[in-house]
């Protein structure tokens, strides 16, 4: 199997809250408006996170997005307003760093040990 874009959902209960933010997390509103209640980041050259107002699935989302700078990513997170991510040592794989939007999803950030 070849994929050639990957989008990953993250289900809202209250989408004006949620698009706040998400337009903090990633420091700029969002690249693509889909629908009133939907809207698409574009965080990697082929990887699009977008935000849906979908309350039947909501807090159950799992982020993960790979960053070369870890420290950096989260001082800029914490800079816009999102606190609470303390990074932790994943044994032999790296560090990592999560964050809950307001409906419980989860976004982690990684930086993958390059040994």
């Known amino acids: 199997m070849s994929v050639d874009v990957l989008f990953t959902g993250i289900p809202v209960a209250d989408f004006p809250a949620a698009v706040?933010?998400?337009d903090r997390l990633f420091g700029r509103p969002a690249d693509i408006v889909v629908k009133d209640d939907e809207?698409?980041?574009?965080?990697?050259d082929s990887a699009w996170v977008y935000v849906v107002g979908d309350p039947k699935r909501?807090?159950?989302?799992?982020v993960t997005m790979a960053v070369p700078d870890?420290?950096?990513?989260?001082?800029?997170?914490?800079?816009?307003?999102i606190t609470g991510a303390s990074?932790?040592?994943?044994?032999?794989?790296?560090r990592k760093a999560?964050?809950?939007?307001?409906d419980g999803n989860t976004i982690t950030f990684?930086?993958?040990?390059?040994?």
Do not use: K, Q
């Open 39 to 44: 809207l698409m980041w574009r965080v990697a």
């Open 58 to 62: 909501v807090g159950n989302a799992l």
């Open 98 to 102: 999560s964050v809950a939007d307001p």
């Open 87 to 94: 990074i932790e040592i994943v044994a032999g794989a790296g």
């Open 20 to 22: 706040t933010w998400y």
């Open 110 to 115: 990684i930086e993958v040990d390059p040994h």
């Open 70 to 81: 870890l420290e950096g990513a989260m001082a800029e997170i914490e800079d816009r307003g």
